[in-house]
């Protein structure tokens, strides 16, 4: 059976860290796309990050540019987001998402329901002011 498990969502302070993690089971990840989307209050899910299959290309939408980096290690099977200098904006449910052959770049800035294969049910992060 295939499973995305997120973990690492809490309540930060504007300006302070978190690091995500996607925890994959019933698939490799290393052979497929990752996203990581999120869904604020109000807001339509939209994809924020993307590491690409073996090669790991990475890609960010221009909000979270130079403050988010993802990541994957290959011998625990899951992905990362770190997320640092978080702002209030930044607080949603974010979800780690996998599908096969798509492209980052379909992937990244994508709105509303996605067309993953492979969907987390989604960690809490809340950022503070």
Do not use: H
């Amino acid at each position: 059976e295939v499973q995305l498990v997120e973990s690492g969502g809490g309540l930060v302070q504007a300006g302070g860290s978190l690091r995500l993690s996607c925890a994959a089971s019933g698939l490799i990840l290393d052979d497929y796309t990752i996203g990581w989307f999120r869904q604020a209050p109000g807001k339509e899910r939209e994809g924020v990050s993307c590491i690409s299959s073996s090669v790991g290309t990475t890609s960010y939408v221009d909000s979270v540019k130079g403050r988010f980096t993802i990541s994957r290690d290959n011998a625990k099977n899951t992905v990362y987001l770190l997320m640092n200098s978080l702002e209030p904006e930044d607080t949603a449910v974010y979800y780690c998402a996998a599908v096969g052959f798509w492209s980052c770049a379909v992937v990244v800035g994508a709105k509303g329901d996605s067309n993953m294969d492979y969907w987390g049910k989604g960690t809490l992060v809340t950022v503070s002011s």
